[in-house]
């Protein structure tokens, strides 16, 4: 386990260094002096000076970060066109837009090697012929019903299913499941679950009144194959799929907003994570297979795009807002003003932040 958080911490600073890549390659096009891109933040570990940037690695592994003169909007001993506040305000949006853009060219490459290998797609019950390893997967799990209390995960795979009353029975479709668990209601079931190489039984009461929407076991169940697409196909399957994927979260995004705006609260099954549940999901996930792995981490390159560019002051957003403001204004904000704006806005992220983190690890180690 201590493998696969390693790889989830790794993958998620590795999508924050793509994203300053994104930043630092745009602002070398324009001609910025860049002071340093760093690993991580400081304290420094080590660093190199190549050219005119020193290129760190530091202690904290958080991210990742370009230092640009001018970006702040304080003054240096640089010409203009080398520091940020000196470039046209088309330039600068642009260098800001290469981070958040950088994080939907990882989940487009990302999906595109997926759909290489074979990406895991949802299929009907009904679908038949060339199957590549269908199977009945967990798609979500409802808190606190029977599934989550046996320790059932989203993404594990329901092999077979048994009870008193009947034999062992291996399943492929959704329906099985079902028509099984009906059956069964009030009464102890087993279930053998595939969580990637590991194979065990649970134990589980489906519910005989289960809440609304919820199922008796309390699971959301999807059926599975791997489709693969040939090389010339599969970077245009995983362009489409990062374009739809965009759409989907922001619609999911949409529905929350007007929810909480209702006064509804958070729609059922809605949960925030932070970075510590994130990165569990992601160890989670690791061990499903390698398809499962790119695939979500490509999706959490989709989500990060999104948060960035929302108009917040502290993310890229807020900075393309400030920008919006001075091109209106006619002149750029005090940065002084900026600067606190921001300030306050990444304290009030940063408690945020830690809100979640808090609940994250109370679910973690829920008895």
Do not use: C
Not at 117 to 129: L, Q
Not at 144 to 169: H, M, N
Not at 346 to 363: E, N, P, Q, Y
């Amino acid at each position: 386990m201590s493998i696969t958080i390693l790889i989830a911490i790794i993958s998620i600073v590795g999508l924050l260094v793509i994203h300053e890549f994104g930043h630092f390659v745009v602002a070398k096009k324009f001609g910025l002096k860049i002071e340093e891109f760093g690993v991580g933040y400081p304290p420094r570990i080590f660093g190199k000076k190549i050219g005119e940037t020193l290129y760190s690695f530091n202690l904290l592994p958080f991210g990742a970060f370009v230092r640009i003169p001018g970006e702040e909007g304080e003054k240096s001993n640089l010409e203009d066109f080398q520091q940020f506040s000196g470039k046209p305000i088309w330039q600068r949006s642009l260098i800001i837009l290469g981070g958040v853009v950088s994080f939907w060219i990882i989940a487009a490459i990302l999906l595109s090697i997926v759909f290489g290998i074979g990406a895991p797609t949802a299929i009907s019950d009904n679908e038949s012929g060339s199957l590549i390893n269908s199977k009945v997967q967990i798609l979500a799990v409802a808190s606190d019903s029977p599934a989550e209390k046996a320790g059932i995960r989203a993404g594990d795979t329901i092999l077979k299913v048994k009870s008193q009353k009947s034999e062992v029975k291996s399943v492929d479709k959704v329906i099985e499941v079902q028509e099984f668990t009906e059956k069964n209601k009030g009464e102890e079931i087993i279930l053998t679950i595939e969580r990637g190489k590991e194979v065990f039984d649970v134990t589980l009461v489906p519910r005989v009144s289960p809440p609304e929407g919820e199922g008796a076991m309390g699971v959301a169940l999807v059926r599975t194959a791997l489709i693969s697409y040939p090389w010339w196909q599969a970077p245009i399957k995983g362009i489409e799929a990062t374009i739809n994927l965009t759409g989907a979260v922001i619609r999911g995004w949409g529905e929350v907003l007007g929810s909480l705006i209702r006064g509804e609260g958070l729609p059922k099954g809605t949960q925030f994570m932070g970075p510590v549940g994130v990165t569990v999901l992601i160890g989670q996930v690791a061990q499903i297979g390698i398809n499962y792995f790119l695939q979500f981490i490509a999706i959490i390159a989709i989500y990060l795009a999104i948060l960035n560019i929302l108009p917040i002051p502290a993310l890229d957003g807020g900075k393309l807002l400030f920008l919006g403001i001075e091109k209106i204004k006619g002149r750029p904000l005090n940065p002084k003003i900026e600067q606190n704006i921001t300030a306050v806005f990444f304290a009030l992220l940063i408690i945020l932040m830690v809100v979640v983190t808090i609940k994250d690890i109370s679910r973690i180690f829920k008895p």
